[in-house]
């Protein structure tokens, strides 16, 4: 079984930095991608970044230099590492992961195991 928990986030201002948390708290799955994905209300969720269980990492190049996944199997959690923050980032932060090694990781619909979601706000 897989669940996993977002934490994290909050509100921040302009130019700030956020770090987010994913922790999958029964790890009985090997999960070899995981990502990030954020969604506004009303709207499609948009990747971010994503990790596999290796250590490779991508990162959107909307967010690109600003924002990147790491990770820590031992821990069995990953981090979205969130700079130079703006309202436009401003959003419910997902957490994501599959038991397969996806080829198109930035696809939501390639996921089966959901986080709860955190939400993020970035004041002016």
């Known amino acids: 079984q897989v669940h996993l928990v977002e934490s994290g986030g909050g509100l921040v201002q302009v130019g700030d930095s956020l770090n987010l948390t994913c922790t999958n708290s029964e790890p009985t799955v090997t999960l070899y991608t995981m990502a990030w994905f954020r969604q506004a209300p009303g709207k499609e969720r948009e990747f971010l970044a994503a990790?596999?269980?290796?250590?490779?990492?991508s990162d959107a190049d909307s967010v690109k230099g600003r924002f990147t996944a790491s990770g820590d199997n031992a821990k069995s959690t990953v981090y979205l590492q969130m700079s130079s923050l703006k309202p436009d980032d401003t959003d419910d932060y997902y957490c994501?992961?599959?038991?397969?090694?996806?080829?198109?990781?930035?696809?939501?619909?390639?996921?089966?195991?959901w986080g709860t979601g955190t939400q993020v706000t970035v004041t002016p």
């Open positions: 990790i596999s269980w290796w250590g490779s990492t």
């Open positions: 994501t992961a599959s038991a397969a090694v996806l080829r198109n990781y930035r696809s939501d619909h390639r996921y089966i195991y």
